[in-house]
């Protein structure tokens, strides 16, 4: 059924100008406007937020800069004698100074330039992951409390057995069967990721199915399929919103533990893998901090500027916490 | 007798998510790549014809339908068989080699859990009553802080500090190579190396349940009975304590018990960075050594960790909250 229009009384001879009827889909365009600037307004006032914005727009810069960044830098047949001045190939890694502002790893490549190239991996990831646990997230949530009954019940049970899978273990067999891939690891993260989103989307389901422009959209003739696409999910929409960018950040915090336990793509660079490969080569027993501390640091960066966008829209979309 | 209901309602949904794990686990190891005929056999170094191969497929059930295999594999399991280690320990019986390393993943993330429980809940509290003082400001910035590091890095951080820079703690392991310490030199030996990971462990959760705390309990500083009380006369502690500590406490529950399942997968790669050879040091070996048996019984034990570790928190939450018994 598609969406009724207050029938429009065609313009007749009498009228002194002919004025053309606003169509249905440019006032629906000025709503959103409006609805997106009155959200920027309340976002822009949240401090914490607008910090986690900055920081993003850092790393997407970085990422988007590494699309353009010349690959051969992470090659280690591209290390002389002069990228690695003042050091010599007998002193590596080499410690911040001359050309590697940020110090180089085991073979001489600058970290500055593998955690410039790891970002785009590692944003990538996380992003899409989440995409993935999103989508299983409302698909279960929002059928679980629109049709309730023992769909809910087989739906929910199904979110606490996975909720109680171990999900690092799991994923740990998953890439030892599967490979040791970025997008076997994607699809990892996103399938073992959505059962707390789909709880919280149940929830906020819940609470728009007792509304009344959804019975009168059923008393009309809605169908399922038209209910919930066009009043459901719109009205769960920011809920789902915030939780996405919540889960990017758990999703950029899994890629890392995978990758730390050696099961990320070998053949990729990620902020993960540059650990790992720090790590096993010794670089806390050879003090090497510069090694372990860049790519750490743009983790705890990433993932702070996600929750705190996260907590942001939060406080916007729960007004409750707001008005305190 | 409501009380019971409920408690055997909790109970009756965990053994059902069990048979859920235990059905999984069976599958999940059936499509591991390697014939276990196979691995078997060069683990114990024998060569076998193709007659004695098959004759040792079929008295391990491997010949089988599926369905019959599955009876077997539950029968096994009630009795605690997990079959042998492969690899990783060749022909020692699985739960044997699990049980070795066991206690020492028990005592490290059950203390340092009871530790950032303890610290995150007592902070979280003065952060909510006394919100945006001093103390509130620096817990929220370091909790978000905590809470956006992965365990292994707060783990490499740490170690980098204390045993390269510092040379306080030792770098990883249970106890002292030598081996020839007894008593309570044995003991301060153990501790000495179970500090760092154990404080990582404990710092790395301490913010989670810090945010928790503190945002539950602003929630319940918003009620009306809250208003209420304090326009009783009631003292602004005994309102803290009576009221708002109590009914806070009950989201932070849940949480502490759905966070169960992270902090044993920290515990993984934490023990990885310390080399403390416990359950998530194991199932890492396992893992890399292709270990299947093995491999399966650290990997039910995690997923009846969390399950146990969900249950008492459904148990808890019924006994301090009335509500939830009435309402299923």
């Known amino acids: 059924m598609k969406t009724e229009r207050p029938p429009v009384s065609q313009p007749t001879e009498a009228d002194a100008i002919p004025v053309a009827p606003p169509s249905g889909r440019s006032i629906r365009w000025k709503r959103r406007r409006i609805a997106a600037t009155r959200f920027w307004h309340q976002f822009r006032r949240n401090k914490m937020g607008m910090v986690g914005l900055a920081i993003l727009l850092f790393f997407g810069a970085m990422a988007i800069y590494s699309l353009f960044a010349d690959p051969a830098s992470l090659s280690k047949i591209a290390v002389t004698e002069e990228s690695i001045a003042p050091c010599t190939f007998r002193d590596l890694p080499c410690a911040p100074s001359g050309n590697n502002i940020l110090g180089t790893d085991a073979d001489g490549r600058s970290v500055l330039s593998l955690v410039i190239h790891g970002s785009r991996m590692s944003l990538l990831v996380g992003l899409l992951a989440s995409v993935i646990a999103m989508v299983i997230g409302s698909f279960v949530g929002i059928v679980a409390g629109y049709v309730g009954r023992a769909t809910d019940s087989v739906l929910m049970r199904l979110s606490d057995f996975m909720l109680v899978i171990p999900w690092l273990a799991l994923a740990a067999i998953l890439a030892t069967i599967i490979g040791q891939n970025v997008w076997v690891i994607i699809g990892i993260i996103g399938f073992t990721s959505w059962p707390g989103a789909s709880r919280l989307i149940r929830a906020q389901t819940l609470s728009v199915k007792e509304r009344l422009f959804i019975e009168r959209s059923r008393a009309l003739g809605g169908s399922a399929w038209h209910v919930i696409s066009r009043h459901i999910l719109p009205n769960v929409m920011p809920v789902i919103m915030a939780n996405m960018i919540l889960t990017v950040a758990i999703a950029i915090l899994s890629e890392s533990a995978l990758s730390f336990l050696g099961l990320g793509d070998p053949l990729r660079v990620t902020w993960g893998t540059v650990i790992d490969e720090a790590f096993s080569r010794g670089a806390t027993s050879i003090g090497a901090w510069w090694w372990l501390l860049a790519p750490s640091f743009c983790i705890v960066a990433v993932v702070l500027a996600f929750t705190l966008v996260g907590y942001a829209l939060d406080e916007i979309i729960n007004p409750r916490i707001r008005e305190r | ?328």
């Not at chain 2, 010949?63 to 068989?81: A, K």
């Not at chain 2, 049980?99 to 003065?126: E, F, H, M, N």
């Not at chain 2, 490499?156 to 306080?168: A, D, M, R, S």
Request: aromatic share 12%; hydrophobic share 50%; no cysteine.
């Open chain 2, 1 to 328: 007798m409501r009380t019971q209901r409920y408690i055997a309602g909790k109970i009756f949904q965990a053994l059902l998510t069990l048979l859920f794990i235990l059905t999984f686990n069976f599958f999940l190891f059936r499509i591991l790549p390697g014939d276990p005929v196979a691995v078997l056999t060069k683990t114990q170094g024998v060569e076998l014809s193709a007659e004695q191969q098959e004759e040792l497929a079929i008295e391990l059930g491997l010949r089988e339908p599926l369905p019959q295999q599955f009876v077997g594999y539950l029968g096994d399991m009630l009795q605690g068989d997990l079959g042998l280690s492969t690899l990783v320990d060749p022909g020692t019986p699985v739960t044997e080699v699990f049980l070795r390393d066991l206690p020492k993943t028990l005592i490290l993330v059950g203390t340092s859990t009871i530790a950032s429980i303890a610290l995150g809940i007592v902070l979280g509290i003065y952060g909510g009553w006394k919100r945006g003082r001093a103390l509130d400001m620096s817990s929220m910035t370091g909790s978000l802080f905590l809470y956006s590091m992965p365990e292994f890095v707060l783990g490499i951080l740490l170690l980098l500090l204390f045993t390269k820079y510092l040379h306080l703690f030792p770098s990883g392991g249970y106890s002292s190579v030598t081996g020839n310490l007894t008593g309570v030199a044995y003991v301060v030996d153990v501790v000495n190396h179970m500090f760092l990971p154990w404080l990582t462990l404990t710092l790395a959760y301490v913010g989670e349940y810090y945010l928790v705390m503190r945002s539950s309990l602003l929630d319940v500083l918003g009620e009306e009975y809250i208003t209420l009380a304090r326009a009783k006369g009631l003292r602004d502690k005994f309102v803290l304590r009576r009221h708002a500590v109590r009914n806070a406490l009950l989201p932070t529950v849940t949480l502490v018990a759905l966070s169960f399942g992270f902090v044993l997968g920290g515990a993984i790669t934490v023990e990885l960075v310390f080399s403390y050879p416990g359950v998530g040091k194991l199932s890492l070996d396992a893992l890399r050594k292709q270990d299947y048996p093995v491999l399966q019984g650290t990997f039910l034990f995690f997923s009846m960790a969390v399950l146990i570790a969900n249950l008492i928190a459904d148990i808890v939450y019924g006994y301090f909250d009335p509500r939830v018994r009435a309402m299923r």
